[in-house]
């Protein structure tokens, strides 16, 4: 079965850092596109940043030069680096995996960073 972990969330003080882990099974990762989305009640679901089976990535404007995002192939994992927190960036973390060649989409369950001011 398709599972999507995501693990690393928590409490912290604002200016400090978190790393988020999605560790993905029962799909093929190296083919995927990868998201890092984030929702808050009341708001849409918000791609946070993204990165290409090629290695391309992007950022929404409000988290560009604190956070970043990679990808390690062989562990089948995506990680989220988030330095600098800030209060606005409390949310529910999702982890996503897309196929480009066929229309389908994998989510993880989230979890929760709370950055306290």
């Known amino acids: 079965q398709v599972q999507l972990v995501e693990s690393g969330g928590g409490l912290v003080q604002a200016g400090g850092s978190l790393r988020l882990s999605c560790a993905v099974s029962g799909i093929i990762f190296s083919n995927k596109d990868l998201g890092w989305y984030r929702q808050v009640p009341g708001k849409q679901r918000e791609l946070v940043a993204s990165?290409?089976?090629?290695?391309?990535?992007m950022y929404v404007d409000s988290v560009k030069g604190r956070f970043t995002i990679s990808r390690d192939n062989a562990k089948k994992t995506v990680y989220l680096q988030m330095n600098s927190l800030k209060p606005e960036d409390t949310a529910v973390y999702f982890c996503?995996?897309?196929?480009?060649?066929?229309?389908?989409?994998?989510w993880g369950r989230g979890t929760q960073v709370t950055v306290s001011s």
């Open positions: 990165i290409s089976s090629g290695g391309s990535t």
């Open positions: 996503n995996a897309r196929s480009t060649v066929f229309q389908s989409t994998y």
